[in-house]
């Protein structure tokens, strides 16, 4: 559940991505669709030209033409200002960026063998580009003369902002750095940008490998009828004469996990999962992993910084790594605690059903399903036929509409790069047009897993408004021949917590691209996701939309109080195995010193450092650690985390008002949402709710005080 961030370390400053139509000098590359004029509704990419083969090329030819803006700035005659260096840098790379934008989203979304290579091809050649400008001591010569004018240029709150971020970036990029060291953090960068596409590409590949045939009903316990569907259909798929298949997905393993009766298959999918990445296979990620840390280690030193974490946790709200543990210190003893008391009660249960042998991790979820039966009577899938996929997507939609009056208009006319997306045209009450919002539901192969929000294009006002393009992307269970795809109740929290990004980029209303949306601090981002969960499960939200797909009926109270009850008894766990990862993540990025052991003993020691008992797994172990070594989380997976205290925080301030929609609340927040990165996470808080956020409504929400 992220927010994609593509670029390591915030030199996304200068890819900024608008998209407005294309002076075309070059005639012979009027055949790349990437590269001509795009006719299409709202300036949408035209998915439907686009080869997978056109983006290599595009890019290239972009590189190039980015190369010649960025020579314009540097040798423009003129004194520096604002305008001819700090807005002509913003504004350069349109054409780049709209590639890449598009680039992205599908090859995260809908990938195939053209599209992976491609991402081998041109992971090294971005970062050696964005290096280069990044790198340039001529244009941060320019940037720096506006730099130390800035008290005298009578610049907006905003122009200031961006200047004072665009060399604060600059400064941390190593543009002071002289010949061999700069040369050095070149070699890292471009090195750290290929490993990370390895670590991605294995772990897709380790996913994909694994597969456990079942041929004996009896050993799927009480699955739901649509996985049981679904795994039929998979175990076709995969040539096999007949039975189910399970995988690695979540929506495949998670169930299994939870209901099968058969321990030791039990044991080999969970095992399966754990072991990604860790098979001393040609899909290992072992190596990559040290190798990445140290680089890591080497650059931030390089910058001036003791670590990796201190480097990028000092752009964040947090500032400081010791923050962070101090955080996370404040709940791990009483999730621990928590978690403790639940594993013993769940091994007695194991116990007391005669098995012998001791309680494993790949017991927990079948034990937490039962206990949850016996105790709340409550079984997750029974929230299934209330969350038909469409219904919540409209719920979404009408939570949308009662906070800050927006309306959805499904655009079927546009392009789409795969034929399950819908596309909706998003507009203020009195029509107004306001973006564009792509929602791609289904799991499948071609997709990584997860959910995740990106943007095609990024809201601006420079010249003109320029509206935002925005993509919700999830791995729901896809309908069968005889069942609409269903939720849980878990998998429409998630569509709330994507749409809660989604709004972030199209209530943007700044004037720079890089400073709107979700452009802000890694450690803010997920509040205006997370906030977005608390509504759905409101009686008043639920009777909007979780209605049962065949009879109508609303979702009963009592199963949601229920399901309350249910949940909060794992809060525990589920909190123990996050926070696990977000000190493993911030273990790797606080090395001082290479590390020289292997990863299983790096991870083993860091796990026993905070008493993490043997039954819990970090939520992601190190090898399969995509947010820290494919994605651009290191040191940011506690944001989460942090982001929830501001979460819990701010749905506290909207029930003490006594209305969950309370309008004046929602003006303010809206604002919030519109002003994106354009001022510190800091300063967006307090103008939000006029004071700094406290953690407390997060304890009591956590049942933790
Ligand atoms: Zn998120």
Excluded at 375 to 392: A, H, I, K, L, M
Excluded at 536 to 556: C, D, F, N, Q
Excluded at 689 to 698: A, D, K, Y
């Amino acid at each position: 559940m992220n927010k994609v961030i593509v670029i390591v370390l915030g030199i996304f400053l200068f890819l900024s991505c608008k998209n407005e139509t294309v002076n075309e000098s070059d005639t012979k590359m009027n055949d790349n669709p990437l590269l001509a004029e795009w006719n299409t509704p709202f300036g949408v990419p035209p998915f439907d030209l686009i080869q997978s083969e056109d983006y290599v090329p595009a890019c290239r030819e972009a590189i190039k033409m980015h190369k010649e803006e960025i020579d314009k700035i540097v040798n423009n005659e003129e004194a520096p200002t604002f305008k001819n260096t700090i807005e002509a840098l913003e504004t350069s790379g349109k054409m780049l960026s709209r590639i890449t934008s598009a680039f992205y989203a599908v090859s995260g979304a809908n990938t195939n063998d053209v599209l992976k290579e491609a991402r081998k091809v041109l992971s090294p050649e971005l970062t050696a580009h964005r290096d280069e400008i990044a790198l340039n001591e001529e244009l941060f010569k320019r940037v720096d003369v506006v730099f130390n004018q800035r008290e005298e240029l009578n610049l907006t709150a905003e122009e200031l902002f961006l200047l004072e971020e665009m060399h604060k970036r600059y400064i941390r990029s190593g543009v002071n750095l002289e010949g061999a060291q700069k040369e050095r953090l070149k070699e890292i960068n471009k090195r750290l940008s290929e490993l990370s596409t390895i670590f991605g590409e294995n772990l897709l590949n380790e996913t994909n490998g694994f597969e456990l045939h079942v041929t004996d009903k009896k050993d799927l316990g009480n699955v739901s009828e649509s996985l049981k569907a679904s795994a039929a259909e998979e175990a076709v798929k995969r040539g096999k004469e007949s039975g189910w298949v399970f995988t690695l997905q979540r929506p495949s393993i998670n169930p299994f996990l939870q209901t099968s009766p058969n321990r030791e298959f039990r044991e080999k999918l969970f095992q399966g999962y754990a072991l990604r990445g860790d098979n001393d296979n040609k899909n290992d990620n072992k190596d990559i992993i040290i190798e990445m840390a140290n680089l890591r280690l080497e650059r931030a030193n390089l910058l001036g910084f003791r670590s990796h974490a201190d480097l990028v946790l000092s752009n964040n709200m947090s500032e400081t790594a010791d923050a962070v543990y101090e955080l996370m210190d404040q709940l791990w003893p009483s999730a621990l605690e928590m978690a403790k008391k639940d594993r013993d009660a769940l091994s007695e249960m194991m116990k007391n059903e005669g098995i012998e042998g001791d309680f494993r991790g790949s017991d927990w979820r079948y034990y937490v399903d039962k206990i949850r039966t016996k105790r709340y009577n409550f079984n997750e899938d029974e929230t299934r036929p209330y969350f038909e996929f469409n219904s919540v997507r409209e719920g979404a939609f009408m939570l949308a509409d009662k906070l800050f009056g927006l309306q959805f208009k499904l655009l079927d006319e546009a392009p789409k790069w795969h034929e399950d997306q819908q596309v909706y045209e998003v507009l203020e009450t009195d029509g107004t047009h306001i973006g564009v919002l792509y929602m791609d539901f289904f799991t499948r192969e071609s997709k990584r897993g997860g959910a995740w929000m990106n943007e095609l294009r990024e809201q601006s006002n420079i010249d003109e408004f320029i509206t935002p393009i925005v993509t919700n992307n999830f791995n729901f269970p896809p309908p069968t021949k005889d069942t609409p795809s269903l939720l849980s109740f878990t998998e429409a929290q998630t569509l709330f917590h994507e749409f809660g990004h989604a709004l972030h980029g199209l209530l943007s209303n700044v004037k720079y691209g890089s400073l709107s949306g979700t452009n802000v601090p890694r450690d803010f981002v997920e509040f205006p996701s997370q906030v977005m969960e608390n509504w759905m499960s409101e009686p008043e939200v639920l009777a909007l939309y979780a209605k049962h797909y065949i009879t109508g009926e609303v979702i009963p109270l009592e199963m949601i109080d229920k399901m309350n009850e249910a949940n909060s008894f794992n809060e525990g766990f589920r909190t123990v195995e996050y926070l696990a990862a977000v000190y493993l993540d911030l273990d790797w990025h606080s090395i001082t010193e290479p590390v020289e052991k292997d990863v299983r003993t790096f991870e083993k020691e860091a796990m026993e450092k905070i008493g993490l008992i043997d039954e819990i797994l970090p939520r992601y172990r190190s090898t399969y650690f995509a947010h820290i070594f494919s994605g651009g989380y290191s040191s940011g997976y506690y944001s989460y985390q942090w982001s929830e205290v501001l979460d819990a925080d701010t749905y506290n301030e909207f029930k003490k008002t006594g209305d969950i929609f309370d309008a004046d609340l929602a003006k303010k927040y809206r604002k919030m949402l519109s002003d994106g990165g354009s001022k510190s996470g800091m300063d967006l808080y307090k103008d939000l709710l006029g004071r700094t956020p406290e953690i407390e409504s997060l304890l009591k929400k956590k049942g933790f005080n």
